[in-house]
């Protein structure tokens, strides 16, 4: 490219995800933003933003639901899946996503998250992972790490009283419906992009009614880790990611 | 001459539902409800429409909620537990002000209670079972044709006051075949579902369509703040009540008692008042086909004209207390409640003789 400088937009706001004051709503170094950023950029890339249904389930997350250019239905906690399932049965030419936590997509949700699993529906689940109950103020959820201090676990996770890590990724690729299974963290620019990737490649999946799509994403939560924004990235590196590996764990393009 | 099928109450609710242009069921098995899950599996994929078995009754509720934020009509069913599971999205639907239509097709309680008939959820489909004190209007039939004419009146209604609408069945009404006429009912027009999501890009007016049933935690157009958005439902209600209040009455012009019953129990009831009748005394029967809102005000001038009152119940006594409510301590109100069964097993009934006999002893 000659000597010429490739402008590359590094910073601003996605048209779809508009200027409103929900987003003042985000702890500082909240990582949430960022996954409905990279969501509105893929959809906007891959032109479906038009005819996108987003349902949000109850969390942090559900904000960014609030200040993102789509049709949105907020559903009850953990039922996201659920009224995913009737919006695409009944408009197979819409694109339905659903956008929910962790304790919301495998604890109290864990239900209409199987069902959606195991019927295969062609939707496409965003999880957004930050290991504790966010809005509620830190309580243990099924993702919290061994020896994590949340308040209701002051002592730290244990195997005798809470048990182990729910692996919710590799669980969802376990199911032959899934199209699509990956699980990303957004704690250095290698990470952003290969979960913008795995998000792109999820709504692809649906797209091409493949089957059910999933991703999961790491995700900071400084005050409840009682970390600052940038040891919590170091945290993701040292303890989060170690328990939760990153990859695909599911990826084809026909269920037989 | 109208042509007639011979069809149980509970296989009415598919028919009705889509002669009402509903293609759309969510529900989970039960007994004895699972004659409706079972005809809309059979019929709708016929139809180009969808049937989904869920995974809980929760699932049935909220793929509902899902269903109705569509616009389409949508229609589920269950029965008492079921019922129970159903409550934080039956709530969450009326605060989303979206139409659906909930068949409850009541059994013994409490708990696993029987999988037979009973009239034990009256309570708990007037009163509302989840948070927040919401109103949905309850119909209650007394036949399998009035299933099939009350479940058309529903989608109306829902459509209408964009609310929640239950119908009240019972094991009995459920099972129970009986000639049907089928027809498609006319209520007048109805506004347009501009609410509705279908994706940005195919609203009208290309704007985003938010639906939202926390109002407290976002508020937004068109209510600005939270008791604004509940004072617009307070309204609604309220026009619910002063519009909505169906009930049919027979013999009631000179009764001196008049009995009060619901659903099955008001078909034992008129047989009771027909005996009655026979032996010169005065009773009539007051049928309440909405149970909310209730009849109150026809139970009210009643009382003034000093009658007194029986109701008659499949339960341990719920139905009895609207009663009390209406009379406003200005009569007697008794009851004939499940005691009264022919025999004292989850299959006995309240039968006519029983409520003819508790009639004599009030007379
Ligand atoms: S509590 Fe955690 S998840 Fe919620 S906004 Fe704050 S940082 Fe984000």
Not at chain 2, 294 to 313: D, H, R, S, T, V
Request: glycine content about 10%; proline content about 5%.
């Amino acid at each position: 490219m000659n000597n010429s400088i490739v402008k590359e937009r590094a910073w601003g706001r996605p048209e779809l995800c508009l200027d409103l004051p929900v987003w003042g709503l985000y702890c500082p170094g909240c990582q949430h933003p960022v996954g409905a950023r990279l969501i509105a950029e893929v959809l906007d890339e891959l032109g479906i933003a038009d005819r996108a249904i987003l349902i949000i389930g109850v969390g942090c997350h559900a904000f960014s639901g609030f200040a993102l250019n789509f049709d949105v239905v907020s559903s009850c906690h953990g039922r996201a899946p659920d009224l995913a399932t009737a919006v695409k049965r009944i408009h197979p030419d819409t694109i339905v996503f659903s956008l929910q936590g962790d304790g919301d997509c495998i604890a109290i949700g864990a239900g209409p998250f199987i069902g959606a699993l195991t019927r295969g529906e062609m939707i496409t689940i965003i999880m957004l992972n930050n290991t504790n109950y966010g809005t509620t103020g830190g309580q243990l959820a099924p993702t919290t790490l061994m020896e994590q201090r949340t308040t209701t676990t002051p002592e730290g996770r244990t195997a005798d009283r809470e048990g182990y890590p729910a692996h919710v990724a590799e669980l969802a690729a376990g199911f032959k419906g899934t199209a699509y299974s990956a699980r990303g963290a957004l704690n250095n620019l290698a990470n952003y992009k290969r979960t913008k990737k795995y998000i792109k490649t999820a709504f692809q999946k649906q797209i091409n009614n493949v089957g059910l799509s999933y991703v999961e994403v790491i995700s900071a939560c400084p005050p409840n880790w009682h970390l600052s924004p940038l040891e919590s990235l170091e945290w993701i590196e040292e303890k989060v990611i170690p328990e939760f590996p990153l990859g695909e764990f599911k990826n084809v393009d026909r269920i037989e | 001459m109208t042509e007639k099928i011979l069809v149980q109450g509970n296989e009415a609710v598919g028919l009705a539902a889509v002669s009402a242009g509903c293609l759309y069921f969510f529900g989970y098995p039960i007994t004895p409800q699972n004659e409706i899950p079972e005809w809309f599996a059979r019929e709708l994929p016929k139809r180009g429409g969808v049937f989904v078995q869920t995974e809980s009754e929760t699932g049935s509720i909220n793929m509902l909620y899902g269903a109705a934020s569509t616009g389409v009509r949508c229609i589920t069913s269950t029965s008492s537990p079921g019922w129970g599971l159903m409550q934080e999205g039956i709530s969450s639907i009326a605060g989303a002000e979206l139409p659906c239509v909930i068949v409850l097709v009541q059994r013994g309680g409490p708990g696993g209670g029987s999988i037979r008939h009973s009239q034990m959820d009256y309570m708990a489909a007037t009163r509302g079972g989840g948070g927040g004190g919401y109103k949905n209007i309850v119909l209650a039939p007394a036949s399998v044709q009035e299933v099939h004419d009350l479940i058309q009146l529903a989608f109306y209604l829902a459509d209408k006051y964009l609310n929640p609408v239950v119908m009240l069945s019972d094991g009995i009404i459920g099972q129970i075949a009986e000639n049907l006429e089928i027809k498609t009912i006319d209520f007048g027009p109805l506004p347009e579902k501009d609410w509705a999501v279908r994706g940005v890009g195919r609203q009208k007016d290309g704007k985003r369509r938010m639906i939202l049933h926390g109002r407290g935690v976002i508020a937004g157009p068109p209510y600005f703040t939270y008791v604004n958005f509940l004072d617009h439902l307070k309204e609604k209600y309220q026009k619910m009540a002063d519009t909505e209040v169906r009930y049919e009455t027979y013999q009631t012009d000179d009764a001196e008692i008049i009995l009060v019953a619901y659903g099955y129990v008001a078909r034992v009831a008129k047989e009771a008042v027909k005996m009655a009748r026979e032996q010169d005394l005065k009773v009539g029967l007051l049928r309440p086909i909405t149970l909310w809102p209730f009849p109150y005000q026809q139970i009210k001038e009643k009382a003034e004209l000093g009658c007194k009152f029986l109701a008659a119940e499949d339960s341990m006594g719920l139905l009895v207390d609207d009663v009390r409510i209406g009379v406003e301590g200005k009569a007697e109100v008794h009851l004939l409640d499940i005691s009264a069964r022919h025999m004292p097993t989850d299959g006995g009934m309240i039968l006519p003789g029983r409520v003819f006999q508790e009639i004599r002893r009030l007379l």
